[in-house]
């Protein structure tokens, strides 16, 4: 089984109706805070839901773009840029990195913030489909277009119109695609004006509504309000499960994925949570590491497994937390005892507190043992025990109150 890892996002549009603020500055690197850009917040969303590579096609003032994030890595993701030298529309840009492609990939608009679960949008393409939309339902679509949609087909696009009548779907500006649609691509052309169209009447392509945050910058007064909402919007509720007993069965000492059993509910639990738009991230003790049951890499391979088998279900965690160390260890790096990270101590969440833009009004934590409850306590968060059960109903009973 595979998963989508690659993100690839259109970057070289002129951000004409922003006057002279784009004039100099390519409009996804307009700066909402102090040397934090659009795009960051944009790439940043898109990498903790486990895009590893990142990919920026960029034209018009592209040397700032690829000054700025050609090399960089972003929460795990590795970013480069590929400059077109000549304007060639969203779908000529698209054409001249088919070579760099995988066979799915993610795509998406640089000037555009839709918070979404885009792992939701990413599972499961059907065959027969050549991409996929992410669609928002918006009150006023006559500055965007309107998107019509049959049973998840989209049948055909509506033009802008400034009398449009609301309340209607629209293009989000986020695309699963098949490799294969970049490939068709002959010269010079639009994605949205030429290329979705023909699919649309093919019945090839998909859409998928969603009512996360939307924001498009393409104007000065959306450019304002990105300066005022985005800062906050970052700022997410955060999730802390323990994994084995929580997520997985427990075996003892569990680090084979051929060993992976999923505690029932929970790839739909960690699903449920990441379309409520909290962060999902995992604490977990791993003393087998320091008592040579295995060693970390299998544990990576472990959770490795375990990021597949979400993402089919269309899920994510945004990141691991482990303690390898133990008092009675047999290997000496991690022979430690009471290691401040080792629960019932606080420092794997601390550190996750440290590294995320957590909000800590209503984040809390889930476990099966007290030393969870106490690792919570300590780190100034409610703790919650799964006892067993469907994880699903347990935090639903926990988000619902």
């Known amino acids: 089984m595979t998963m989508v890892q690659q993100a690839v996002f259109l970057v070289g549009g002129r951000g004409t109706r922003l006057g002279h603020l784009a004039q100099e500055t390519p409009k996804p690197l307009m700066e909402i805070e102090p040397d934090r850009r659009f795009l ?14 990142i990919l920026l096609l960029a034209g018009h003032l592209g040397e700032q773009v690829e000054a700025r994030y050609n090399g960089m890595r972003v929460r795990g993701a590795n970013v480069s840029v590929i400059r077109e030298h000549a304007p060639q529309g969203t779908g000529g840009a698209l054409r001249l ?17 839709f918070d979404i679960n885009i792992r939701a949008l990413a599972a499961g393409l059907p065959t027969k489909a050549a991409a996929r939309l992410a669609l928002r339902e918006v009150p006023d679509p006559g500055r965007y277009g309107s998107v019509v949609l049959e049973n998840e087909t989209v049948v055909r696009f509506l033009e802008k119109d400034p009398h449009m009548a609301g309340p209607a ?20 052309c639009s994605i949205e004006s030429d290329i979705f169209p023909e699919l649309a009447a093919t019945g090839r392509l998909e859409g998928k509504a969603f009512d996360g945050y939307f924001l498009d910058i393409g104007l ?12 906050l919007q970052r700022e997410r509720q955060c999730v802390f499960l323990d994994r084995d007993g929580v997520l997985n ?26 379309d409520r738009g909290c962060l999902v991230i995992v604490i977990t003790n791993q003393a087998g590491i ?49 290691h401040p990270d080792r629960k019932p101590n606080p420092g794997m969440i601390l550190k996750a507190l ?17 030393s969870d409850l106490e690792a919570a306590r300590r780190a100034g968060l409610q703790g919650h025990l799964f006892d067993g059960g469907n994880l699903l109903e347990f935090l639903k009973s926990l988000t619902n109150r």
């Open 40 to 53: 960051d917040y944009i790439l940043e969303n898109t990498a903790r839901q486990g895009f590893t590579e």
């Open 97 to 113: 990195a088919a070579d760099r492609l995988d066979s799915v990939f993610l795509l998406a608009n640089g000037d555009s913030y």
């Open 169 to 188: 779907l629209i293009n989000g500006g986020i695309y699963v695609l098949r490799r294969e649609v970049a490939e068709s691509v002959t010269g010079p």
């Open 220 to 231: 000065p007064e959306t450019l304002s309000q990105a300066k005022l909402e985005l800062p």
């Open 249 to 274: 069965a427990d075996s003892g000492y569990t680090h084979q994925p051929e060993d992976l059993v999923w505690i029932a509910g929970a790839r739909e639990a960690v699903r449920y949570l990441n």
């Open 290 to 338: 320091a008592k040579g049951y295995y060693t970390e890499e299998d544990m990576h391979r472990f959770h490795h497994a375990m990021t597949i088998g979400l993402a089919a279900e269309g899920a994510h965690i945004d990141d691991w937390y482990h303690c390898p160390y133990h008092g009675a260890g047999i290997v000496a790096p991690f022979a430690v005892a009471d």
């Open 354 to 370: 440290a590294d995320w833009p957590v909000q800590r009004q209503g984040s809390f934590v889930v476990g099966d043992r007290e």
